[in-house]
């Protein structure tokens, strides 16, 4: 047997190679994922009967080499993958394993335990998140379970439970023995005869019990340590282990033995990779105490949550220790719910320390709310403010004061690049810019943008005073990568933080319908299990249907889904198309009236009552995704109604609907996930999705804490071969996403297209081309092109230009460039851009005319336009084209935009609804402010909602195309036209009347009156706080006459008496939508209460005879169910009581120590609530 660090190591990495033992793991994952409760289903492949004894044995086998190797100080990385293949054997075989085998239990905890220590604590948590209280444990090993589950306090009240009983008090103990003896003797002479009559029976539960004893104390005092951040806990924890361990080693207690053995090395590794062990605690001296109490609240915070949060994640350690280097710029490639947050919160955590703010930039507007509530979660607390921009693009007076004085502000690209445009000074001190999903650099237009945005960001002359934090899952390798984050670093030393773990593993398969029956085949390596049978036809039982049920792909995704619903799993149905999304709802709805399908919903309706109120109020309540939530059923797409979407959302994070039909809103990075993902297709616009795209929606399959592996699944009813093939084909492909420079790869486009049109493929040639011909930037038929095709192409050439021509603008518009220093102008924004970085990899003489297409397009716009046009243009954030044609309307949209305004003030509703219209048609006919769909009814749809009037209350052409329409077109591209509209007046200083211009008139009323469906401002300000219904804002507003113009008028009303007494009669603003209300002031305004703080007190205390107080010993203060409050030495012994009984708060932390008078404890209550020490 190995014995030497050297001959482990190798046995290691023998055993954890691909293909050991005849491809044993394979086998044994095979297996699991097709049996049910220990049998094969009838059809499906065999496997050798002595399979779960081979796992078994490998399987402990490791566990020994990996925890003998951790003894011996070896390769840490080896023990930890042998610890990982170790879990995975054992678990290969309890799950869908024999549920009456009576060893199950023990394997499941030895299995949590070594995932555990193979740094897959999340996969531990889902072994044994199902319920430990019927299982068949021993106490300690029960305890192991709790810690593992992160229960800290129901293991504390086991722990105080155990040591009330004495059950393992050393005078019960003594007695115990006593008796067993005195009975013993009566029978026998136990001098003599006390080994063959049975001595060892009544010693070895004894010694069982002190053994427990002891390890209910080293429990304590681990969860003490954990706590406090004190290594001396730990220190006596791991000693009391150590002692019991040997006595097991001695007597040959294999249980306890294996228990303890764990439990040693759990404990430090769980430390190692804690918090307190791996956030840095003085990185620097000029912030230190600011950083040392924020560091310390972060940390206890978490650990007080109802599932304690205190260790960091493999992918995230690297990112946790550089998080506090306030000049390193980080670039965080990690997988799918890898937990990239957690270091973005370590940084923000870092930023808020040394006295600067965050802005925290999201791709979707949905995503801006998902990732501020899971902020406030963390940063409420701590005392620190977060807030999203919940409008488009435009930036009112409120929202510029969430933008100047919010600690974290989260928003889009679109909404704070125009913000920044109109007042760079809004970010002076904000000292960390976090880019979520930090990939999207491409060819669109809003790519490019987005890299412009933050190539003037890294331009900004106090650019070195902040901080840039990128996330991504789904950067590339090579070049692209280095140069990608050589840009964002700013070619300082280091490089980007990469990993390919992950908390749960993928499992691939398809779900194919062939001979009247679906079966499941996976993907495992080389072997290839299926489940047959897994799905049969049935003919609905309601209605005239007689076709069998699934009758086409779409169905059998919901057959499925439905069946792995039975088998208590969540699914997430993925549709590349959002069209689908919707059919799907249809369908659904459908089929269950037919009793095709049933509900999956499994909690009472009343927990989605908000959800459903807000659904009925904005889409209806037939409206088929309101009746598809009724049955636990979640249709999501980017274009809800944003209240509606956002409460839908939140049902998603508590884990209360099954089924989640998604569209690509997901692939863009909203955190939804579930434990299976189908793709319902792999096509949009008749082209495969990309295998980026493909790898970031998978990684929503297995949710952390509840899943060990997620599902990705693939129907296929009908041409088995060629769907096959186009599945297989993304499952392996391995390639990552193109991170190419948008600009390089625009410019290129245009550069084919001259190409093509001069019929030369010659750089010096394209050169001469663009520098000598005016008409350069015409679009030009080539020869035997097809009218389809040049048709496609003039499209695709005249949007490139506009694309061009924003960047330019936005690079150049801010400032007075002359034409003869364009090409030094542009040098100077694009030095060391991604544009560039990109371009030096190609040459000299490719870059050169690669630049001159920049300078001659951007010598073309200072042409035909003015330095104040240019700016207007620049401020408004649109291209050449777009700002002419609103230069042209500008004398008439300019007056109309006033008296929209003036109307509003005035409170005249027909005339601001008439002007608003007349603006509207104006708008609408200059891209990029067109709506992807204008109904024939817009202008009815737009009075309704300027009305505030119900939208579902009244007839429309078809209500999704409104509602698409309201979303897109009035709450996105109206205000941003409008805005366009404003900053171009102001930029040109247009004269409106009588010489004045559009400063002096009142222009703040539109934008939100149209963004948010009232002409009420006050109603509007309140949604832009963040209310949902606008039906009860409306009625809140008018119900108390209320008049708010500013964001402290507004805090004043809400926190006045009349609206306190309105809201606790729990039927106000409306019986539907009390509980909503509650919820928005819980949000808006925090109560004090919330956030964590530090209060002291000293106590008085009386020791008992046996205790020995030292100063400066930490000890615990404790509530029995009488009596004054105890203390407790930190192994939970009883050593002292104090002269009161306090109201202990159980969501903060008493950190208590025993003061020079021995006779007192310094207590400091860390936490939130008002009075900790009151009595």
Request: net charge negative.
């Amino acid at each position: 047997m190995a014995s030497t660090i050297e001959e482990i190591e190798e046995a290691i990495r023998q055993a954890i190679a691909t293909g050991f033992r005849g491809r044993l793991l394979e086998r044994g994952l095979a297996r699991s994922m097709i049996w049910v409760d220990g049998e094969l289903p009838e059809g499906s492949p065999n496997f050798a009967d002595n399979l779960s004894y081979d796992l078994l044995s490998y399987g402990y086998s490791l566990l020994s080499l990996a925890i003998r190797l951790r003894e011996l100080n070896g390769d840490a990385d080896l023990a930890r993958a042998a610890f990982e293949k170790s879990a995975t054997a054992i678990t290969d075989v309890i799950h869908n394993g024999n549920s009456d085998d009576s060893e199950k239990d023990f394997h499941e905890v030895l299995a949590a335990s070594s995932y555990h220590l193979g740094r897959f604590s999340a996969k531990a948590f889902s072994l044994l998140q199902h319920g430990i209280e019927n299982e068949n444990l021993s106490r300690i090993e029960k305890m192991l379970s709790l810690l593992m589950l992160r229960q800290f306090s129901e293991l504390e009240y086991a722990v105080i439970d155990w040591k009330v009983s004495g059950l393992g008090s050393d005078k019960v103990l003594a007695e115990n023995l006593e008796t067993g003896v005195d009975q013993l003797s009566n029978e026998i002479d136990v001098e003599v005869q006390a080994e063959e009559f049975g001595m060892a029976s009544i010693e070895f539960p004894i010694i069982d019990l002190a053994i427990t004893d002891n390890y209910y104390s080293a429990i304590f005092e681990f969860l003490f340590a954990l706590e406090t951040g004190n290594t001396i806990l730990l220190e006596g924890a791991i000693s009391r282990i150590e002692n019991s361990l040997s006595v097991c080693a001695e007597l040959n207690m294999l249980p306890q033995w294996w228990v303890l053995r764990i439990t040693k090395h759990l404990f430090k590794d769980l430390w190692e990779s804690s918090f307190h062990r791996v956030i840095p605690i003085n990185p620097d001296q000029e912030n230190s105490e600011n950083w040392a109490l924020l560091r310390w609240l972060f940390i206890a915070s978490l650990f007080k949550r109802s599932k304690a949060e205190i260790d960091l994640w493999p992918s995230q350690l690297e990112g946790a220790r550089r998080a506090v280097s306030d000049f390193d710029d980080l670039v965080v490639s990690l997988p799918t719910s890898a937990g990239k947050t957690r270091i973005a919160e370590l940084c923000i955590l870092r930023c808020l320390a040394i006295g600067k703010r965050v802005l925290f930039i999201t791709p979707l507007r949905a995503l801006s709310a998902q990732t501020e509530s899971s902020l406030r979660k963390t940063f409420l607390p701590l005392g620190k403010s977060v807030s999203s921009l919940y409008g488009s693009i435009g930036t009112s007076d409120f929202e510029k004061n969430v933008i100047e004085t919010n600690d974290i502000v989260v928003g889009t690209p679109e909404k704070l690049d125009f913000a920044l445009r109109n007042d760079p000074s809004l970010i002076d001190d904000v000292g960390l810019v976090v880019l979520d999903e930090g990939h999207m650099i491409g060819l669109s237009e809003r790519e490019i943008s987005y890299e412009v945005q933050i190539q003037r960001l890294l331009k900004r002359g106090d650019a070195e005073q902040r901080r840039i934090v990128c996330l991504s899952a789904i950067l590339p390798d090579g070049e692209q990568l280095d140069d990608f984050v050589g840009w964002l670093r700013r070619d300082k030393e280091g490089g980007a933080i990469q990993s390919e773990w992950r908390p749960t593993d993928l499992r691939f398969g398809e779900i194919v319908w062939q001979a009247n029956s679906g079966r499941i085949n996976f993907i495992i390596g080389e072997e290839q299990p299926f489940i047959p049978n897994y799905i049969h036809p049935s003919i609905p039982p309601i209605g005239r249907r007689r076709i069998p049920f699934p009758k086409n792909k779409k169905e059998l995704t919901l057959a499925a889904t439905w069946k792995l619903v039975q088998d208590n799993h969540t699914v997430l149905i993925y549709c590349p198309e959002k069209r689908s999304v919707n059919s799907f709802a249809k369908d659904i709805i459908d089929l269950h009236k037919r009793g095709a399908i049933n509900t999956v919903l499994s909690v009472p309706l009343q927990q989605l009552e908000l959800a459903i109120i807000l659904g009925n109020e904005w889409l209806g309540a037939s409206h088929p995704i309101v009746e598809c939530l009724k049955i636990g059923v979640a249709v999501h797409h980017g274009a809800l109604p944003t209240p509606f979407r956002k409460e839908m959302e939140k049902l998603l994070r508590d884990g209360i609907l099954k089924v989640t039909i998604s569209s690509p809103t997901l692939a863009q990075g909203l955190n939804l996930s579930a434990t299976a993902v189908i793709f319902y297709s792999l096509i949009r616009n008749r082209k495969k999705i990309e295998a980026s795209e493909f790898k970031n929606v998978i990684g929503r399959a297995g949710r952390a804490f509840v899943d060990t592996h997620g599902l990705v699944l693939y129907p296929i009813f009908e041409k088995h071969t060629w769907h096959k093939s186009e599945w297989r084909e993304l499952v392996e492909d391995t390639k990552a996403r193109s991170m190419e420079s948008g600009l390089a790869l625009l410019v290129n486009s245009l550069i084919a297209r001259m190409a093509k049109s001069i019929g030369s493929g010659e750089n010096n040639k394209i050169l001469e081309y663009i520098l000598n011909n005016i008409h350069v930037w015409d679009f030009h038929n080539i020869t035997n092109e097809s009218d389809v095709l040049a048709e496609q192409e003039e499209h695709t050439w005249r949007k490139h230009i506009v694309s061009l021509d924003t960047a330019l603008l936005s690079m150049l518009g801010e400032n007075e460039v002359a034409i003869i220093d364009i090409s030094n102008a542009l040098d100077t924004i694009l030095q060391s851009s991604l544009w560039q970085r990109r371009l030096n990899r190609h040459g000299e003489e490719l870059k050169a005319l690669y630049d001159s297409v920049l300078a001659q397009r951007a010598k073309h716009i200072w042409n035909v336009t003015t330095t104040l046009q240019r700016k207007g243009y620049f401020l408004a954030g649109v291209g050449l084209d777009t700002g002419q044609r609103l230069d042209a309307i500008s004398r008439q949209a300019n007056v109309l935009l006033v008296n929209a305004n003036g109307y509003i003030f005035a409170n005249e509703e027909r005339q601001a609804i008439e002007t608003i219209i007349q603006l509207s048609e104006l708008v609408f006919e200059i891209p990029p402010f067109t709506p992807r769909n204008l109904p024939d009814d817009w202008k009815y749809i737009l009075e309704v909602w300027l009305k505030g009037e119900t939208l579902t209350e009244h007839e429309f052409i078809d209500i999704n195309e409104a509602l698409m329409f309201i979303e897109d077109g009035l709450v996105y591209r109206l205000p941003w036209g409008l805005e366009a509209i404003r900053v171009r007046a102001q930029a040109n200083e247009d004269v409106i009347a009588d010489g004045a211009t559009i400063d002096a008139y009142e222009i703040g009323l539109v934008v939100p009156a149209i963004e948010n469906g009232t002409l009420n401002r006050s109603v509007a300000l309140l949604m832009q706080a963040g209310f949902s219904s606008r039906k009860a804002a409306i009625h809140a507003v008018n119900s108390t006459n209320a008049i708010f113009t500013t964001g402290r008028q507004l805090k004043i009303w809400l926190n006045s008496t009349e609206i306190f007494d309105l809201a606790i009669r729990f039927d106000w603003p409306t019986p539907e939508t009390s509980n909503l209300w509650w919820d928005f002031i819980k949000e808006y305004a925090p109560e004090s209460k919330t956030t964590w703080d530090s209060v002291k007190s000293t106590i008085s205390v009386e020791w008992f005879d046996d205790s020995n107080p030292i100063t400066g010993s930490l000890v615990k203060l404790w509530n029995f169910e009488d009596g004054h409050t105890n203390v407790l030495a930190s192994n939970s012994d009883i050593i002292g009581t104090t002269s009161f009984r306090y109201k202990l708060f159980e969501s903060g932390i008493y950190y208590a120590s025993i003061s020079d008078d021995t006779n007192y404890l310094d207590v400091t209550y860390w936490g939130a609530g008002n009075a900790p020490f009151e009595y």
